[in-house]
Structures are given as structure tokens and as C-alpha cells.
């Protein structure tokens, strides 16, 4: 069969790009796990508007130039298929102890364990993610808010199949026994709770969502990059297309933070605010004040740098020798991509300060990792104060210092501020209900959430976004709820 | 850095095996009614030396040290229990086994000397279970790697969370390029009947088996979701403590702190003294007989608490043969010696048989097994020195036969008015205290003919003089006054020297004469097998894995098969 790799086989009932017609194995192995996606789908996928039409995209090629077409789907009929991004030729080990020798088509025995273990924790975060959101859908703020959501939510499930797909043909039996636990765990379970603790956490409202998708979903883009650098160059080639789509989700943090931020300025402005920290009067405009949301930026930031680990990390050192998980655009980086003899510095906690120290880089590409993902996170946060500066607020949102409530790494056992100023027990149980969200905050947040499902219409808490879906309309109709 | 002399923590001058619950940083110890439980909680900063953390539940000779301990404690002071629970503190991590760092900073007799603890400490366990009644429980929520599941192997039961990740692994081979190093191997296949070809498989993967496979292949006992894991506990410990044989009454007897001085070439406990001879390089273990008759009845003994003689003096000698061997790694011979009435030493083990149903003295005569035990698996020169004045009977007598050489006086010695030494079997000898492999030291020396076990048998109560005793083959040679000095210096002037690996070896090999049982084929297995891997490149070599291990550095192997 000749096929165009840069377009998508649907002749078979999972399509692809990767000739599973001529694989019958592992279509065999996939057809066999397809119920078990569906149920899972149904049980922990959206809650309701199963049936509702949505105007989403389907990949239909891997080609950067025109990869999508939007079209009204019921989402269990959405097609999840097996995108991989094209081969390059002589592609090589780009770092590590085999850098240079060409990349592997086939996993190489004495690192089969870890590349298993890999995959397995990428691919287990993506349908926690959808978990995680599957009640957001009654109590979204728009039809176009609505259609974000469950765009990402498929996206996100055809994630999970891209991991899938991975061990089912590179991992044999072991790699369908863990194709199998991925559907069996679930995100904030007692019992099979998912692998990582960001992904247990409840995201109870759009807000949240927003916070989400921004903050944690950029951690899956930085785990991807890095992933996308591998030698295992089937591995490469799947973390390469997912780029593309998770592209979409940052997007749909950024603007939908931005949104709630012009909102919330606009009202402010309106009613003669002039003191944006004055909550309850902010609040009786009906929107989130600033404070509010620099809460809950504190709090996924810090939990999202929670998801990169150990600072100084023997794993993170090992994937990288081994050739199986990179550097943030390590072909760009000018150096000797084994990092021998270099050094990175390190924040640690040295008898009770926080000091920079030089560590082996080996050891340190977590921390080096997540300290792109800081700058990564800036973008964003310039944007927003943008919005806050041009409505003629002198108000900035900003990141908390790394020590800030951390659970992982040097600075888990230690209290600090998000200006980073160490704290004692006592001040912190005091003072943290204005760092974190409270109860009162979250209770506040919900009762905003009230849905909007007119069409063109938007909750009062948030602006319309510029541009519309696909340059459509702002009066187009994103859902077409089911009756 | 390997072989190196690492410094102690906090500016410690040795390492001491004292410790009580009051002390731990590590574990803590609940009880509740016949069911204690024992929380491994390891303090990151609480190694035994600097240079490390322990991380994620891994453990240092210190941790181990409190472990010991507490295993200890419960059968003495806690007669009420039956069932220990041992689960860990951390959020998903069970235990992660010995701290590689540690290892890999750490002196070759450091480490060797801490395996050797690690798995007296795990027989330990086996031991409560088996001759307490105090039945363990291994509670595996999260990850047990390396000596982290061989802490739950040495338990009677293991559940293991069934919550998707929680798994159990011995990563030694694939990881670290050693091996389990606390009987891991030898539990697998002989405790647990794990099939060899499952076993193998198991070894060889880093990421350890979880859910129902560990069951199916029987790595663990049971598997239990998290909701009802602590119903799945709850059940377990009811049903172990309700099987237990285990009749302990009234209160415990506290182990209060031992009376100790320690100097630079001495260390005096009340019934027993080392005294260090450096430029001989020979450590003396002097034992006094004790200096009043037994209490008249179990409640006597009880009132004593832990100054009952044969108790105390049990301590005294595991305290000091745990110092010499960590504390004291010249020394080539240890001499024991004894003093005082052996009528006395006989009373008590009178006592000790006539009493044997009572649960404490039931533990007394455990501990003594152990501490013999622990003496059988010292590598130094054994030796036990029969002279005027001196109470080597029944229990005292064990030394003797434990001793590598034992050289007893022919009569008195001149301008010496103590009485000629004797040599005296109590029923003591003929069963309680087994070695490692299952035989008394008595059946274990008559293996070419057992008549001659018979033969002493026949002798118990009687005051064996030295011709008597070496006529029997109790002792090695028996020695007059002329020779005994020169014989004696000319002896321990050889021993001390030859090669001490070369010793180690052929006194390992030489001890334990007949049978294997699974207890002594770990000791064996770690002597022969892991100290020669801990020794090879492989391992510590500036490419080899241990010393590679947290760089993200590959090891480099020699590939020739030896």
C-alpha cells in the first residue's frame, strides 16, 4: 500500500498515518482496546452533551500547513486516530552517550524499562486532564467556551491513544497490560488514583480550567518538547504532532485568563473603581477581582512545578544519557548535548536560606527544564498586565517564588511566601488564605458559574474573546446542544 | 571516595547500638492492645554519617540500629503482642531499600559489617514470629525496591495497595550491578517458593511487579485497594493474633539503658569487660559469673527485670561484639574469657531449663541463641580460653564451642590459688541454642561420629577437668602451666599474622559444619557472593555502577564472565 504519510488512512476504523492496514497486529491490539476507550469515554468523559453536535477540528494530515478541518461531530464519534509527525531521514540521536548514531526505529533493549515508564506517566496525564474537567461542560460561560473545552477534551483523549499506540507496537505484552491500566486508573480515585499529583487535584470551575490549561497543560508541552527530542524516534515523531494540537490548549488559557482579566477591568472601570484590591466591591460587579486571581495563579503555578520533579534528579540524568528524553529544543542548544563536564545552578536550601548553587547538569535538567517553563509562564503574565495597565490599574500579576508551596524538591518541607521570604509554621497557617485561594474565595468563584448557552451570548464574568473558532462569527452557534 | 573513611554524624566518635523509642528518628512504635505497629518514617538528615540524605525511605546501618531495637523491645517488653504491623510514613514510597550513596561512599568492612546487622535484624523478625508468637504484617503502599522489599519478605505476610502503582522490586542487578544484599535471592525462591524462572524475570527488571501478577507469582500475599486497605489490615492482624501461640501476661520487662563506659581501649559493662589489646590486636571479652543464686520463682525474675543475670548479661555481650565489629576493624581475635563460681552459672541454667514455659524465659533463652548466633557470624578469630577461675558452663560453655580454638589449663597454675578450670554441659548445650544452620555447636562438631554427642550427653552436671574435656573433643587442646604461656602467645602471634581475608574465609567455611537452612545459606550467599561483586569494578570502580549511580552517567562493565 502507498501511502502518503502526511495524510490520514481512514479506510481503517482507527485512522492513521502509520500504515496500521498493513500492521495487523497492532490494529488488532488497538481495535481490542477501542471499547474499553469508548467506555471509559462515557463513564469519565464529559459529563452530558454526549450527543450534542460540536464544531470541532479533526486532524485530517500531519502536514504544519493545513493539518485540520472543523466540522460538527458528536464527540463519541470523534475520530481519535494515530498521528505521527513524518520521519526525517537519517535522523540521529541528538544528545546523550549515543549522540549521533542514528536514531532508533526499534526500542533498544537495556532502556526498554524507562521508555516504558515514560510514556506510561505522559500517557496517563492525558485523560486525567479530561477527568479532571468532565463536569466544566455545565457550567461553561459560552457555547465557545463549551466548544474549547471539549475540543481539548478529544484532544486529549487522542493523546491518550498516541501513547497507546506506542505500547501496543514497541512494548509487546507488557505494553498492553499498561495500555490497559491507563483506562483502569482515574484522576482523584482512593484507590487508583493517576501517577501524578497535579492530576488528582479537582479543577472545580472555569476559572480554574483556564489556570489549567495554562500553567499545567505547559508543563505536558515542556514534557513533550523533551520528549519530542528522544532517540526513540517513533516517540519523537508522536510528541512532535502532539505539539501542534496542544498548541490549541495553551491558547485557550492564555485568552480565556486575559478574558477574565479585560472583564474584570472594564467592570472595575465602569462602575469608578479605582482600588482594585477593594474585593467586595469589585466582587458586587459580579467578576473575579485581581487579587482572586493572582490566588489561584499562585496555586497552579506551584503546583505545576511540583510536576517537574526533583530538582537535582538521577531519573531525569539517565533518560538523558540514554538518549531518550532531551533538553526544551536541545538541536538548538550549542554545546556538547552530553553535558560532561557542565554545571547548572541549582536553587537549594542551605541551612535554612535559599542559594543558587552549581550542580552537575547531568543531574539538574529538571531543574533546567522547569526554569524554561518559568520563562515559558512569563509571556502570558505580560499579556494580562497589559490588559490591567491599559484599563489604568496599577496592578501586576506575578509568579510566586519556587519555594512557594511546594510539595516536591528542596523546598517541600519549608514554608515561604511568594516573594519567597522563609516563614515559620505558625505564619504560614495565618497568613496563607492570602496566597492560596480559601474556601470563601472558591465558594465566591462557583457562584459565578452560571451557564450560558444562549448563542453569541457570554456569562458576566467574562469578556468575548477577538476573533472567533475558525473566523466564525461571534453569533455562531460552537454547540448544538442536544434537546 | 569508596574505601575512604567517612566521618559520623554530629561529631559521634563511634557508633552505638543503644537507642529506645524515646531516640528514634526513624520509626515509631504503637502499640494498641496485641497489635503494635512500626512506622518507617526515615528523617532525610538523620544519617549515621555525613554525606548523604536518606531519601525516600532508604536506610543506613543507624536506621537499622532502631529497628533492631524496636523488634527487640517488643518481645520484651510488650508480652501482650501479637501481631506487628510494619508500613511506612511516606506518601507512595514503602521503603527504597539501602541508601546507594551510602554505599557508595562507604568502606568495603562498612559495608559488609552492614549487611550483616541488616540481615541479623531481618532473621530477627523471622524469629519473633516463629518463636514469640509476635506474627509480622507488611503493609506495601507505595514502592518496596531492594532492601525495601526484603524488609517485607522478612515478614510473614505481605499486602501489597492494589492502586496501580504501588509495586514491589528487586533492582539490584539491572540498577546497581550487585545484589539484594539481606537475603532477597535465597526469600524469594526458598521462603516464598517464588519459581526460579518467575524469580529470575523479577531480578532483572528495575520497575518491579505490581497488582495481581505479584500475587499470582508470589511475591506478595495479597493485594488490597486503597479503600480497603485498612479494613484488609484491621482483618489480617485479628486473625494473625487470634492463631498466635503467644501467652505473654502482666507487663513487659523494660530493657532500661545499659551501664557502659567505653575508653579508649576498654569498655566495662557490669558482668562483662573488653579489654583492647592494639599492638596484639586481640580484644578480650572477660564475663563474670553472677554473684548471687537465682530468684526463687518466675516472680523474682520479674522484679529484676533487666538485671536478671543471664538477661543482662545477654545484652552486654551483643553490645560489645556489635561495637568491636563496627568500631574496632583491626582487631583479629576476640578471647573470651569468664570468672567466678561456676556453680552459679549452673544454678541459673537450671533456672533458665525448670522455667523454660514462662514467656520471659522463653525470650531470654531466644536472645542468647541470637547473640550466639551473632558471635558464629563474626569475622574474627574466635577464641575461648579455659583458666583457673574461670565459669564456662552450659549457656558460658556455648563460647567455647563457638571459638575457632578453645585451649583449656591442665590443673592450677603455680602461685595461682584459684581453683583448676572446669568445663561443665547443662542441658543448655543440647538444644536451645542452635546455630544459624539448625545444629547445636555440639552436634554441629561431632558431625563424623554422633556417639560422641551421646557420649557428652551422658556427662551433663559433671565437672570436666581439661584432659576429661579435650579426651571428649569439647576443647581443642588441653595445655599445662609449662606450656600454656608460650603455646598460647606463639598461637595468637600467628593468627594475628596472617591474611584476614584469607581468615574470614576459611573460618566462615570451617564453623558450620552439616546441613544448610535458609538462614544460614543468606549468610553464606552474602559472604561468598556479594562481597566479592561489592569488590569488583563492576561495582566500585570509578565506571562502575555504584559509583555511577545518581550521575546519569552509564556504568562501563568488564564483560568477561568470571
Not at chain 1, 32 to 44: E, T
Not at chain 1, 136 to 147: E, F, I, V
Not at chain 2, 10 to 20: E, L, M, R
Not at chain 2, 204 to 228: F, M, Q, Y
Request: net charge negative.
Amino acid at each position: 500500500m502507498n501511502m502518503n504519510v502526511m495524510n490520514v488512512d481512514y479506510s481503517t476504523k482507527i485512522p492513521n498515518n502509520v500504515n496500521l492496514a498493513a500492521d495487523r497486529q497492532v490494529l488488532k491490539a488497538l481495535e481490542g482496546w477501542h471499547p474499553g476507550y469508548i467506555d471509559w469515554w462515557h463513564d469519565m468523559g464529559p459529563d452530558g452533551f454526549q450527543q450534542s453536535l460540536v464544531y470541532l477540528r479533526t486532524a485530517y494530515s500531519v502536514d504544519p500547513r493545513g493539518w485540520a478541518k472543523f466540522d460538527y461531530v458528536k464527540m463519541p464519534d470523534y475520530r481519535w486516530g494515530i498521528l505521527l509527525a513524518p520521519q526525517e531521514e537519517n535522523r540521529k540521536i541528538p544528545f546523550g552517550e549515543r549522540y549521533g548514531e542514528p536514531a532508533w526505529q526499534e526500542v533498544p533493549g537495556e532502556h526498554r524499562a524507562m521508555l516504558r515508564r515514560l510514556i506510561v506517566i505522559q500517557g496517563d496525564t492525558e485523560p486525567a486532564s479530561v477527568e479532571q474537567q468532565r463536569h466544566l461542560g455545565k457550567t461553561a460561560p459560552s457555547l465557545y467556551d463549551m466548544r474549547n473545552l471539549f475540543q481539548v477534551n478529544v484532544e486529549e483523549g487522542r493523546h491518550l491513544w498516541a501513547m497507546v499506540y506506542l505500547l501496543q507496537k514497541y512494548f509487546g505484552r507488557d505494553g498492553r497490560e499498561e495500555a490497559d491500566e491507563l483506562l483502569r486508573r482515574r484522576s482523584g480515585d482512593a484507590d487508583s488514583p493517576r501517577m501524578l499529583g497535579a492530576f488528582n487535584e479537582k479543577t472545580p470551575d472555569w476559572l480554574s480550567f483556564f489556570m489549567f490549561t495554562y500553567f499545567t497543560d505547559r508543563d505536558g508541552k515542556m514534557q513533550l518538547h523533551s520528549l519530542a527530542q528522544s532517540g526513540f524516534d517513533p516517540l519523537s515523531r508522536t510528541c512532535r504532532f502532539m505539539l501542534t494540537e496542544e498548541a490549541h490548549h495553551m491558547f485557550v488559557g492564555e485568552t480565556g485568563i486575559t478574558r477574565v482579566v479585560q472583564r474584570t477591568c472594564d467592570a472595575m472601570k465602569a462602575a469608578g473603581i479605582d482600588d482594585p484590591t477593594d474585593i467586595n466591591k469589585v466582587r458586587a460587579l459580579g467578576v473575579i477581582d485581581l487579587p482572586t486571581i493572582q490566588k489561584k495563579l499562585n496555586l497552579h503555578y506551584s503546583l505545576s512545578l511540583d510536576l517537574f520533579g526533583s530538582e537535582v534528579s538521577t531519573n531525569a540524568a539517565n533518560a538523558f544519557n540514554a538518549g531518550i528524553k532531551g533538553r526544551y529544543h536541545e538541536t538548538q542548544i550549542d554545546d556538547d548535548h552530553q553535558l560532561k563536564n557542565a554545571t547548572y545552578p541549582v536553587l537549594k536550601l542551605i541551612d535554612g536560606e535559599i542559594k543558587r548553587v552549581d550542580e552537575p547538569a547531568l543531574t539538574a535538567l529538571n531543574m533546567r527544564l522547569r526554569d524554561d517553563y518559568t520563562q515559558d509562564c512569563v509571556k502570558g503574565m505580560l499579556r494580562w498586565n497589559k490588559v490591567i495597565s491599559t484599563a489604568g490599574y496599577d496592578y501586576k500579576l506575578s509568579l510566586p517564588h519556587t519555594a512557594f508551596h511546594r510539595a516536591i524538591g528542596e523546598f517541600k518541607d519549608v514554608h515561604a511566601t511568594p516573594d519567597g521570604v522563609l516563614i515559620d509554621d505558625t505564619t504560614w497557617n495565618k497568613r496563607k488564605d492570602e496566597w492560596l485561594p480559601s474556601q470563601s474565595d472558591g465558594d465566591f468563584i462557583v457562584s459565578l458559574m452560571q451557564p450560558v448557552t444562549e448563542i453569541g451570548q457570554f456569562a458576566p464574568w467574562i469578556s468575548p474573546p477577538k476573533v472567533g473558532i475558525d473566523n466564525k462569527p461571534g453569533d455562531f452557534e460552537y454547540v448544538k446542544i442536544e434537546s | 571516595m569508596a574505601g575512604e573513611d567517612r566521618v559520623l554524624a554530629s561529631g559521634a566518635k563511634y557508633i552505638d547500638f543503644q537507642t529506645d523509642p524515646s531516640r528514634y528518628r526513624h520509626w515509631k512504635l504503637d502499640v494498641n492492645g496485641d497489635v503494635a505497629t512500626l512506622t518507617m518514617d526515615v528523617d532525610e538528615e538523620g544519617g549515621l554519617f555525613e554525606g548523604y540524605q536518606l531519601k525516600l525511605n532508604s536506610y543506613d546501618l543507624g536506621v537499622d540500629i532502631e529497628l533492631a531495637d524496636a523488634v527487640q523491645r517488643l518481645r520484651f517488653e510488650h508480652p501482650q503482642v501479637k501481631v506487628v504491623v510494619l508500613r511506612s510514613a511516606k506518601n507512595r514510597v514503602f521503603c527504597a531499600g539501602a541508601n546507594i550513596r551510602m554505599l557508595a561512599g562507604a568502606t568495603h568492612a562498612h559495608k559488609v559489617n552492614f549487611c550483616k546487622f541488616t540481615n541479623e535484624t531481618r532473621n530477627g523478625m523471622e524469629d519473633s514470629s516463629e518463636n514469640s508468637g509476635q506474627r509480622y504484617i507488611a503493609v506495601v503502599n507505595g514502592t518496596a525496591a531492594g532492601g525495601g522489599y526484603e524488609l517485607a519478605l522478612a515478614t510473614d505476610h505481605i499486602i501489597l495497595a492494589d492502586d496501580g502503582s504501588s509495586s514491589v522490586a528487586l533492582p539490584e542487578v539491572p540498577l546497581l550491578a550487585v545484589l539484594p544484599g539481606t537475603g532477597g535471592l535465597t526469600r524469594v525462591v526458598d521462603k516464598r517458593k517464588v519459581r526460579r524462572d518467575h524469580a529470575d524475570f523479577f531480578c532483572t527488571i528495575e520497575e518491579g511487579i505490581k497488582g495481581k501478577r505479584a500475587v499470582a507469582w508470589r511475591l506478595v500475599d495479597e493485594i488490597a485497594p486503597n479503600s480497603k486497605l485498612e479494613a484488609k489490615i484491621a482483618e489480617r492482624a485479628k486473625e494473625f493474633a487470634e492463631a498466635s501461640p503467644r501467652r505473654g501476661d502482666g507487663k513487659g520487662v523494660a530493657l532500661t539503658p545499659l551501664k557502659r563506659s567505653i575508653d579508649d581501649n576498654t569498655i566495662r559493662y557490669g558482668f562483662v569487660a573488653v579489654d583492647v589489646d592494639r599492638p596484639a590486636r586481640i580484644a578480650t571479652i572477660s564475663i563474670q559469673a553472677p554473684d548471687a543464686a537465682p530468684p526463687a520463682d518466675i516472680d523474682g525474675m520479674l522484679a529484676q527485670g533487666a538485671s536478671f543475670w543471664p538477661l543482662q548479661v545477654a545484652r552486654e555481650i551483643d553490645d560489645a561484639i556489635l561495637h568491636l565489629r563496627v568500631n574496632e576493624l583491626e582487631i583479629a581475635l576476640i578471647v573470651f574469657k569468664s570468672h567466678g563460681d561456676p556453680a552459679s552459672v549452673q544454678a541459673y541454667d537450671a533456672f533458665l531449663e525448670t522455667n523454660k514455659a514462662h514467656w520471659l524465659v522463653n525470650e531470654i533463652r531466644h536472645f542468647w541463641k541470637r547473640v550466639l548466633k551473632r558471635i558464629d557470624v563474626t569475622s574474627r578469630t574466635l577464641v575461648a580460653l579455659v583458666e583457673p577461675g574461670s565459669c564456662f558452663v552450659g549457656t558460658l560453655a556455648e563460647l567455647v564451642f563457638a571459638a575457632d580454638r578453645s585451649y583449656m589449663l591442665i590443673g592450677s597454675r603455680e602461685g595461682d590459688n584459684r581453683p583448676a578450670p572446669v568445663l561443665q554441659l547443662t542441658a543448655l548445650n543440647f538444644g536451645p541454642y542452635p546455630m544459624s544452620h539448625g545444629l547445636t555447636r555440639l552436634e554441629s562438631r561431632f558431625q563424623a561420629d554422633p556417639s560422641d554427642l551421646t557420649r557428652v550427653r551422658e556427662r551433663i552436671g559433671e565437672a570436666l577437668d581439661a584432659e576429661q574435656a579435650e579426651e571428649l573433643g569439647l576443647v581443642t587442646f588441653a595445655l599445662d602451666d609449662i606450656d600454656w604461656d608460650d603455646e598460647i602467645r606463639v598461637f595468637l602471634e600467628e593468627r594475628a599474622s596472617f591474611s584476614p581475608d584469607s581468615l574470614t574465609g576459611m573460618e566462615a567455611n570451617l564453623r558450620f559444619v552439616g546441613p544448610e537452612t535458609m538462614e544460614s545459606k543468606i549468610f553464606a550467599r552474602l559472604t561468598a557472593w556479594q562481597n566479592w561483586i561489592f569488590q569488583r569494578p563492576n561495582a566500585v570502580g570509578e565506571e562502575g555502577a555504584l559509583r555511577r549511580y545518581g550521575s546519569g552517567q552509564k556504568p562501563r562493565f568488564d564483560m568477561t564472565r568470571v
